[in-house]
């Protein structure tokens, strides 16, 4: 696919505008800093992005930056990142968060920091319940969950079901998920609806093939942002991220925080998404 262009975090100093993100200060439970609250309060609510998807990058050159020898040491500290940005989604109105946790291609790390990953998700699983339930969040999964052992498989149920009734922001964890593999199950699935006569093949158009991706209720992200820097999409969300705003950021995930999700939208809003047409003069 085209290489997109290059966004980095750097945006000029914003105008503090009343009309448009005063009204999300009430919201904020934490205390902000100035420049937190210069950025958030230029936020427009009425052009948000209905869903945000985040490949977080860059947990392991931030330990080893630091001279940790265990890349484990970024994973944990790349938690409170996950944190933050929940909870300032849900602040700001954002429908949908996706975040692309494990890929299937991450099988192939060593079995150690696999283990440690699995574990890290099982006890942010255990301790963010009561965290998921005060903001209205509720935590669905993308990606092959059979892959997933047991005990990861029965946090994930029991999280879901505890934040089930939840009607603000859908946390969307990508776990053993790989863009590629979601069409390939999604061509399986049609091709077993067609040879058991419940679809006809004529019927079969994008809009059709997009229900049968893992959560097609969530929409195509509108803005999907890359941490550390690097320029590429790393399988993630192929089919739906076909005319979505790209925003790169050097920031290391571990590192990421509200100032750098509020750039990342005010660089969104100053977009002029097309969607292939041209605009008329």
Same mark, same amino acid.
């Given at each position: ?34 420049? !937190? ?71 192939? +790390? ?21 965290? $998921? ?5 509720? $935590? ?20 879901? !079901? ?36 419940? $679809? ?42 076909? @005319?979505? !705003?790209? @925003? ?13 999700? @509020?750039?990342?939208?005010?660089? @969104?809003? +100053? ?11």
């Amino acid at each position: 696919m085209p290489q997109p262009t290059r966004r980095v975090a750097i945006v000029k100093t914003p105008v503090n505008n009343p009309h448009k993100g005063e009204c999300f200060l009430g919201k904020v439970r934490d205390e902000l800093n100035e420049v !937190e609250r210069e950025l958030l309060v230029s936020i427009d609510p009425a052009k948000l992005p209905h869903h945000v998807a985040i490949i977080m990058d860059g947990n392991g050159r931030w330990a080893k930056q630091r001279g940790y020898l265990d890349r484990i040491r970024g994973h944990e500290a790349g938690i409170e990142s996950v944190r933050v940005a929940v909870r300032a989604c849900g602040e700001l109105g954002v429908k949908a968060l996706t975040l692309y946790a494990f890929s299937v291609e991450n099988w192939k +790390r060593p079995k150690r920091e696999v283990d440690a990953l699995m574990g890290l998700l099982k006890r942010f699983l255990r301790d963010e319940i009561p965290e $998921l339930n005060e903001n209205n969040v509720r $935590l669905v999964v993308s990606g092959r969950v059979n892959d997933l052992s047991e005990d990861v498989r029965a946090e994930l149920s029991r999280t879901m !079901e505890a934040t089930s009734p939840n009607t603000g922001l859908v946390l969307n964890l990508a776990l053993s998920y790989g863009g590629r593999a979601e069409i390939v199950d999604a061509v399986r699935a049609i091709v077993e609806d067609v040879q058991s006569g419940r $679809l006809a093949p004529d019927n079969i158009n994008e809009a059709l093939f997009s229900q049968y991706l893992y959560h097609p209720e969530l929409g195509d992200p509108d803005l999907l942002i890359r941490t550390s820097g690097e320029m590429r999409v790393s399988n993630f969300l192929l089919w739906q991220i076909a @005319y979505t !705003e790209f @925003y790169v950021t050097p920031v290391l995930w571990p590192d990421f925080r509200r100032a750098d999700l @509020y750039r990342a939208i005010l660089d @969104y809003q +100053r977009r002029e998404r097309r969607f292939g047409e041209v605009k008329e003069v």
